[in-house]
């Protein structure tokens, strides 16, 4: 009877989705293509700081991170394969490419290594993604800016990493919000990176030939710097979306406290980064019942909540969340159909 009741409570478990395996020795490996702005900076040391205390408290055995030193896609690749040979038992992704790394993250399947993608994501099957919905965000920023601009006018796009999931999803919602509100039109579009520096060299380049512009759609990390580029050009300060950037969240309360300045923020937070490695950690514990795809929401202030959290923000950081494990059992749960 006893030994009944344990085989009914083990049947249980399963059922419910409660791991059973001990992770305590697994490695999961990091394999991120790009650091070079605020946004990556702030990824890493949210991944540091949760990856430490598991290895310290023995979840799991080893959290490696390894940055590749350019944004290629066969630099990833080959990253990855290098990760497979050294026996990682899991591998937490940002990806150069939604689909041009899918090979390399085939092996990694096949070779029996749990594979979970975030921010960049993989289309791999066989992968899991941690994701948010930039479609939707890239279409709120132009039904924000309908409500600061409600005559229409003329737009600059900046857009993010060339090539990655990201820049393409928010393009798209970019695209549908114009499409929604026919009062806008996109006049000139150039390529920021995410980073402040890059998206104001851009802008001051196209800005001289570029109409009168009444607002900047882009995607993070570049409000400031597009800021600073219509400032010296001594152009007409247009209403920017920005991304959740502390400089850009400054200058934002300095604008609204010398003129009542209005916008919208809204980023993925870097921390989702601590949320993909116990996404891994979860699979390696033996959950079946995890979906491939979960979707996370993205942060967004608004202009009665921006000056609240600007405080919390580092200076040079981005606004943030360290997921726990409980966190990621939570989206599990709400992700499960």
């Given at each position: 009877m006893k030994k009944l009741l344990v085989l009914t409570a083990l049947a249980a478990m399963l059922a419910s989705g409660t791991a059973l395996a001990d992770t305590s020795g697994k490695k999961i490996a990091f394999s991120n293509n790009y650091a070079g702005?605020?946004?990556?900076?702030?990824?890493?040391?949210?991944?540091g700081i949760v990856t430490k205390k598991a290895v310290a408290d023995k979840i799991v055995g080893a959290a490696d991170i390894f940055t590749t030193a350019d944004k290629e896609v066969p630099t990833q690749a080959a990253q990855v394969q290098n990760l497979i040979l050294q026996g990682y038992d899991a591998i937490v992704i940002n990806a150069a490419s939604p689909d041009a790394l899918n090979g390399a993250i085939k092996q990694a399947c096949d070779a029996g290594i749990t594979v979970v993608s975030f921010d960049g994501t993989v289309t791999e099957p066989c992968a899991y993604r941690v994701v948010v919905d930039?479609?939707?965000?890239?279409?709120?920023?132009?039904?924000?800016?309908?409500?600061?601009?409600?005559k229409g006018g003329n737009l600059l796009e900046i857009r993010g990493l060339a090539g990655t999931s990201i820049d393409d999803a928010i393009h798209a919602g970019i695209l549908e919000g114009v499409a929604a509100h026919p009062e806008f039109k996109i006049v000139g579009s150039v390529t920021g990176d995410w980073d402040q520096t890059t998206a104001q060299k851009a802008v001051a380049t196209i800005l001289p030939s570029l109409p009168d512009v009444v607002g900047i759609v882009d995607q993070g990390g570049d409000g400031y710097g597009a800021a600073q580029a219509f400032a010296a050009a001594g152009k007409p300060r247009p209403t920017?979306?920005?991304?959740?950037?502390?400089?850009?969240?400054?200058?934002?309360?300095?604008?609204k406290d010398k003129d009542g300045y209005k916008t919208?923020?809204?980023?993925?937070?870097?921390?989702?980064?601590s949320l993909a490695f116990w996404v891994a950690q979860q699979v390696l514990d033996g959950r079946k019942d995890i979906p491939h795809d979960l979707l996370v929401p993205y942060l967004a202030f608004t202009q009665d909540d921006f000056e609240a959290a600007l405080p919390k923000i580092k200076e040079?950081?981005?606004?943030?969340?360290?997921?726990?494990?409980?966190?990621?059992l939570a989206a599990i749960k709400a992700n499960i159909k």
């Open positions: 702005n605020s946004w990556r900076q702030a990824m890493l040391d949210s991944y930039f479609k939707d965000m890239g279409k709120q920023e132009v039904e924000q800016m309908a409500k600061f601009q409600p920017i979306i920005m991304g959740n950037r502390q400089d850009e969240l400054k200058w934002w309360k300095e604008q919208w923020s809204a980023s993925i937070a870097p921390g989702v980064s040079g950081g981005v606004a943030t969340h360290e997921y726990t494990q409980e966190d990621a």
